[in-house]
């Protein structure tokens, strides 16, 4: 998206970065930067991917705001790499969860009577197999 602001000659005046604050804009600057910077083919490729996927690891250890605001610029700004890489955050995060564990972790009311619950477990059996 910014990329095309700056070729199609629309940034003169700045970049509309709605929603995406400048505690945030700082993050996946950073995050843009440690992969930009990080030799893609080298003798040691392996041993560079380990370390990258140590230094996402600890990236994304943030509090639940800051993580679901840096998938929401990493959506916006159209960066698969850190889109992909906080949901599958937020999937870990959930794995192997309970939906009361669910509800627990990211502080969601339930909604439901005990009723619609029981009916919604009976439908959807397969996924608390």
Same mark, same amino acid.
């Given at each position: 998206?910014?990329?095309?602001?700056?070729?199609?000659?629309?940034?003169?005046?700045?970049?509309? /970065?709605?929603?995406?604050?400048?505690?945030? &804009?700082?993050?996946?600057?950073?995050?843009?930067?440690?992969?930009?910077? +990080? %030799? @893609?083919?080298?003798?040691?490729?392996?041993?560079?991917?380990?370390?990258?996927?140590?230094?996402?690891?600890?990236?994304?250890?943030?509090?639940?705001?800051?993580?679901?605001?840096?998938?929401?610029?990493?959506?916006? /700004?159209?960066?698969?790499?850190?889109?992909? &890489?906080?949901?599958?955050?937020?999937?870990?995060?959930?794995?192997?969860? +309970? %939906? @009361?564990?669910?509800?627990?972790?990211?502080?969601?009311?339930?909604?439901?009577?005990?009723?619609?619950?029981?009916?919604?477990?009976?439908?959807?059996?397969?996924?608390?197999?």
């Amino acid at each position: 998206m910014i990329k095309h602001m700056i070729e199609d000659n629309c940034a003169d005046n700045g970049i509309p /970065l709605p929603n995406v604050t400048s505690k945030i &804009l700082s993050k996946v600057i950073e995050y843009c930067k440690k992969h930009v910077e +990080t %030799p @893609k083919l080298d003798e040691r490729a392996t041993f560079v991917d380990d370390e990258l996927k140590a230094w996402d690891a600890d990236f994304v250890k943030v509090d639940q705001a800051t993580l679901f605001d840096l998938i929401l610029a990493a959506n916006y /700004l159209n960066i698969k790499s850190l889109l992909d &890489l906080t949901c599958q955050t937020v999937a870990d995060m959930i794995k192997g969860k +309970t %939906p @009361k564990e669910i509800r627990k972790t990211f502080n969601i009311k339930n909604d439901f009577t005990l009723e619609e619950e029981d009916e919604v477990c009976r439908e959807n059996q397969w996924a608390f197999e």
